[in-house]
Structure formats: structure tokens, C-alpha cells
């Protein structure tokens, strides 16, 4: 599988609506993660299944599925929002793909 | 409380070999994949292998079949990510972090600290 994530990075300011996309090369049917990481840390799992919010995690993050095109959105960025998120799939021939991520900072 | 607890920093040289492992608690360790996940300096993440305790089954992503081992204690709930000679190009950051599998899809739900493997040539 290839996952093509976009933007690589963007600038944005506190109360912003950002979206981030995934594109798959092939069907994944809803198999996509997303996850957040800040410098030094592990990363984290927002989203799990293309739009199911995981235990805890606030609802101004969501995500969708239009065929093999995949969004990520934040509703009102926080300032602990700022940070590298990653899309993440996989396929029965044990190819685990991580996009290249997207650099969220402040404007 | 999921917990995955990560062996400490490690400095080598090239060409020595290495074992770092990975500590689960707070679920049932046998029936949860454990994977590993690779971050060079300044770079993205890599998803190398995923192992199953109960039965040590193990599935390696292409690029990292032959250079690694993924192996597993369950006993000590503990899964090990094993090198027999390092190079340079080791040099990163290693998380290991408990994963729901199934033949279409993997989730890394809960993520270790992250284990720093340092290689100098």
C-alpha cells in the first residue's frame, strides 16, 4: 500500500478548522489510523477505523472516509494541538504504512 | 491501566549486536499483538513487525525481514526486538506499543516510552 498524506505541514492559529488527508493506492476499505505525535513523546491514536474517535480522546477530532480518500479534521485547533499526526495502514501481505506525516505549528 | 515500559538507552558500535524489550501490563498479555516501530533522527515512523505471545506468531514488513528479530517471553510478558550486528543506519528511536491485528487491519492502541539505540561506526 502507498499512503499519500497531505500537507506535509501547515501553519494555523489557535480556534482554526485544519484538515488532513490520506490518500490510499488501493481499497483499505475503513483499515486507517491516525495518530498524533509531540516532540519527544510517543505517538498517540486519535482515530481508529477511518472515523471512530478512540477512549478519551476529545471530539474536536474526527475523521472520514470517501472511497480510498481519507480526512482528518480538527474542529477548533487547541494549543496542545500542535503537533506531527500520521495516517497508518495495513494490508494481509504484512505491509504496515505509515504517511509521511503533517507538521501542525502555530501561525 | 495499559502499560508498555520500554528497556533504556542504548549505545553501541557497529557490528555488536542488541536485545531491547517491551513490558505489557494492565491487559491480557497472550492475546494482544505487541509491534515495533521505528523513528530515525528528525524522520517518520516505520512499522517494522507485530508478534502474537500466545503462539509467537510474527509478521515482519518486507523492508525489515532478515534484519531484525521480533521475539517473544510470554511468561515474562515481555516481547524482545533483537539485532545480530548494527550498522549505523540503526540509529533511532524504537517504540514497541500493543496492537490489535486481524488479517486486514492493526492498531497501535497503547505506545511504549520509545527505547534510543545509538550506533557508532
Known sequence: ?107 | EVKMVQSGTEVKKSGESLRISCSGSGYTFDYYWIGWVRQRPGKGLEAMGIIYPDDSDTKYNPSFEGQVTISVDKSRRTSFLQWKSLTAADTAIYFCARTQASSWSATFDFWGQGTLVSVSS
Not at chain 1, 479534521?73 to 495502514?89: G, H, M, N, R, V
Open chain 1, 1 to 107: 500500500i502507498q499512503m499519500t498524506q497531505s500537507p506535509s505541514s501547515l501553519s494555523a492559529s489557535v480556534g482554526d478548522r485544519i484538515t488532513i488527508t490520506c490518500q490510499a493506492s488501493h481499497d483499505i476499505k475503513d483499515y486507517l489510523n491516525w495518530y498524533q505525535q509531540k516532540p519527544g513523546k510517543a505517538p498517540k491514536l486519535l482515530i481508529y477505523d477511518a472515523s471512530n474517535l478512540e477512549t478519551g480522546v476529545p471530539s474536536r477530532f474526527s475523521g472520514s472516509r470517501s472511497g480510498t480518500h481519507f480526512t482528518f479534521t480538527i474542529s477548533k485547533l487547541q494549543p496542545e494541538d500542535f503537533a506531527t499526526y500520521y495516517c497508518q495502514s495495513y494490508n494481509h501481505l504484512s505491509s504496515f504504512t505509515f504517511g509521511p506525516g503533517t507538521k501542525v505549528d502555530i501561525k
